[in-house]
């Protein structure tokens, strides 16, 4: 079974810039979460889809941010412009929907560098 | 709010030798709790969890954690460690029963293996 995918794996451009990340999750899972990960820090929340609806998008920055998730399969997170503190990995993660449990699957990050 | 509190930023320690993670979580309800492990440039990857039952739970790669409700902790042991468990280990909480809840991680324990 193939894991959650992302692309690019590393991006590297200049501030005021646009810049979109791409995540396909794991086949079959309806929840998809995109975190952000300062260095040296956990990775926090950003938004939460469930198929294709964001349930929580309270931690996203709507002002440059904006994410879709079209048909209730891939992802693309977008941010513009790009600001100097945007630097950081963004994760994307996918899980089944269920009460049971809550075990998200992660991608390998895409890795931003604003300079 | 929940949060997530892991007191040790760096872990040196020699291989073989046993090795004892820690982190102490608050929430005024209660939580479902992880431990992850993050190798560089990879997304995090599940080590173990616990959901409910025994306080004892065992993952992969020969890691355990014990759930202690009274001091709200959720330490991560492992006996003998080996060179490859040099990574950093992040541990998590989500809301219980709540379906898929956003995770909300620590900051993080830098695990360095001295040969």
């Known amino acids: 079974e193939a894991g959650v995918v992302q692309s690019p794996r590393y991006k590297i451009i200049e501030k005021k810039q646009p810049v979109a990340f791409w995540c396909n999750p794991i086949?079959?899972?309806?929840?998809l979460y995109w975190y952000r990960q300062n260095l040296g820090q956990g990775p926090e929340l950003l938004i939460r889809?469930?198929?294709?609806?964001?349930?929580?998008d309270s931690q996203l920055p709507k002002d440059r941010f904006s994410a879709e998730r079209l048909k209730g399969v891939d992802s693309t997170l977008k941010i513009q412009p790009a600001e100097l503190g945007d630097s950081a990995v963004y994760l994307c993660?996918?899980?089944?929907?269920?009460?049971?449990?809550?075990?998200?699957?992660f991608g390998p990050g895409t890795r931003l560098t604003v300079t | 709010a929940q949060s997530v509190t892991q007191l040790d930023s760096q872990v040196p320690v020699f291989e073989e030798a046993p090795v004892e993670l820690r982190c102490n979580y608050s929430?005024?309800?209660?939580?479902?709790l992880f431990w992850y492990v993050q190798y560089p440039n990879q997304g995090l990857q599940l080590l173990l969890k616990?959901?409910?039952?025994?306080?004892l739970v065992k993952g992969i790669n020969g890691f355990e954690a014990e759930f202690n409700k009274s001091q709200t902790s959720f330490h991560l042991r492992k006996p003998s460690v080996h060179i490859s468990d040099t990574a950093e280990y992040f541990c998590?909480?989500?809301?219980?029963?709540?379906?898929?809840?956003?995770?909300?991680f620590g900051t993080g324990t830098r695990l360095t293996i001295i040969p």
């Open positions: 889809y469930e198929n294709e609806e964001a349930v929580d």
């Open positions: 998590a909480v989500s809301l219980l029963g709540f379906g898929n809840e956003k995770l909300t």
């Open positions: 086949s079959g899972h309806n929840t």
């Open positions: 616990y959901l409910s039952g025994s306080t």
């Open positions: 929430s005024s309800v209660s939580v479902y």
């Open positions: 993660a996918s899980s089944l929907n269920r009460l049971e449990t809550n075990e998200q699957y």
